[in-house]
């Protein structure tokens, strides 16, 4: 790939990186995730902010990554990355020989690490737990690539990098939720070995609901209603 990281044409090799993201890919990652908003028809739920999403996924001090909230980085390079055995999760080498692609939002999405590299996507995780198995699991909150670098295979590396690292952890399981509409989506989970498990609901207390709670309000008010 030859092609500056303000221009929208990229050809020949490429390399992919999942990395550990830090507080300077807060802007990237709060617009991927209003891209996935608009791609979900969500928008009307979309609430983060960048002080937000810096004081969750980047507090200080730092909670190690992977037993707590963690936040990675899909970047793309003109060229090889040297791997980092303390941020690098996952990667893989794409060739656009024959087939160039074109990348609107590059120079938007220039990677704040400079050298060319272009923020791609991001996914989303924290721990959970198996009373049944009686061993700690990941789930996978979000999952996103941008429109231009669907279906190269992307991600299935993120997913496939996830689902390693929580092995390696002797986790007992990784979980996440998709939208009974996206028939892609699903195709894709389950030709990676996953269980789309239909008699599962998922229940959601938030906003006004869940601040019912806050202070014992709602027992309070059924206590003084008995």
Same mark, same amino acid.
């Given at each position: 790939?030859?092609?500056p990281a303000?221009?929208?044409?990229?050809?020949?090799?490429v390399?992919?990186?999942?990395?550990?993201?830090d507080?300077?890919?807060?802007?990237?990652?709060?617009?991927l995730?209003?891209?996935?908003a608009?791609?979900e028809?969500?928008t009307?739920?979309?609430?983060?902010?960048?002080?937000?999403l810096?004081?969750?996924?980047f507090?200080?001090?730092?909670r190690?990554?992977?037993?707590?909230?963690?936040?990675?980085?899909?970047? /793309? &390079?003109p060229? +090889? @990355?040297?791997?980092?055995?303390?941020s690098?999760?996952? =990667?893989? $080498?794409l060739d /656009? &020989?024959?087939s +160039? @692609?074109?990348d609107?939002e590059?120079a938007?999405?220039? =990677?704040p $690490?400079?050298?060319?590299?272009?923020?791609?996507?991001?996914?989303?995780?924290?721990?959970?737990?198996?009373?049944?198995?009686?061993?700690?699991?990941?789930?996978?909150?979000d999952?996103?690539?941008?429109?231009?670098?669907?279906?190269?295979g992307l991600?299935?590396?993120?997913?496939?990098?996830?689902?390693?690292?929580?092995?390696?952890?002797g986790m007992?399981?990784?979980?996440?939720?998709?939208?009974?509409?996206?028939?892609?989506?699903?195709?894709?989970?389950?030709?990676?070995?996953?269980?789309?498990l239909?008699?599962?609901?998922?229940?959601r207390l938030?906003?006004?609901?869940l601040?019912?709670y806050?202070?014992g309000?709602?027992?309070?008010?059924?206590?003084a209603?008995?």
């Amino acid at each position: 790939m030859t092609t500056p990281a303000n221009s929208t044409a990229f050809s020949g090799e490429v390399w992919a990186e999942l990395r550990l993201a830090d507080a300077s890919d807060v802007p990237h990652i709060h617009a991927l995730i209003h891209q996935m908003a608009e791609f979900e028809l969500l928008t009307d739920l979309f609430a983060a902010t960048h002080e937000l999403l810096t004081s969750t996924l980047f507090p200080s001090p730092p909670r190690p990554p992977l037993p707590s909230f963690t936040a990675l980085i899909l970047v /793309l &390079s003109p060229s +090889p @990355l040297p791997a980092a055995a303390d941020s690098t999760i996952g =990667s893989c $080498r794409l060739d /656009l &020989s024959a087939s +160039p @692609l074109a990348d609107p939002e590059a120079a938007a999405f220039a =990677s704040p $690490r400079g050298g060319g590299r272009v923020t791609a996507g991001f996914v989303i995780c924290f721990p959970n737990y198996s009373t049944f198995l009686s061993k700690p699991g990941l789930y996978v909150e979000d999952i996103f690539v941008r429109a231009p670098w669907r279906r190269r295979g992307l991600g299935r590396m993120m997913l496939s990098a996830v689902a390693g690292k929580a092995a390696e952890l002797g986790m007992g399981r990784v979980e996440w939720c998709v939208l009974d509409w996206n028939k892609n989506a699903i195709d894709f989970y389950e030709g990676m070995g996953a269980e789309v498990l239909p008699q599962w609901r998922i229940c959601r207390l938030t906003g006004a609901a869940l601040d019912k709670y806050k202070g014992g309000q709602e027992e309070s008010g059924k206590a003084a209603a008995e």
